[in-house]
């Protein structure tokens, strides 16, 4: 069993920053790929970034320049840097890992951006 634990979401004003982590534990036998997407209310869920093993990251047009996704392996964690926050980054952001033939997911985490 794989569990994925997020933190760091919450409300910030346009132009603001937040930050978000995911630790992975469990049954993890090596280093995989991470990733986190998005769901904003009535719309489907969306890639936001992925990192692999060897630190190879790939981001969504839309989150380009503003956001970094990070790793540290030893501690199972990945990152989530948000800069330059608009309203229309607005959803709710979950960590996700797939490892052979299944996914896992964290639990969600709020992002709200608005004045």
């Known amino acids: 069993q794989v569990q994925l634990v997020e933190s760091g979401g919450g409300l910030v004003q346009p132009g603001g920053s937040l930050r978000l982590s995911c630790v992975a534990s469990g049954r993890i036998f090596g280093i995989y790929t991470m990733g986190w997407f998005r769901q904003a209310p009535g719309q489907q869920r969306e890639l936001v970034a992925t990192?692999?093993?060897?630190?190879?990251?790939t981001y969504a047009d839309s989150v380009k320049g503003r956001f970094t996704i990070s790793r540290e392996n030893a501690k199972n964690t990945v990152y989530l840097q948000m800069n330059s926050l608009k309203p229309e980054d607005t959803a709710v952001y979950y960590c996700?890992?797939?490892?052979?033939?299944?996914?896992?997911w964290g639990q969600g985490s709020q992002v709200t951006v608005s004045s």
């Open positions: 996700h890992i797939p490892i052979g033939t299944r996914d896992y």
């Open positions: 990192i692999s093993s060897r630190g190879t990251t």
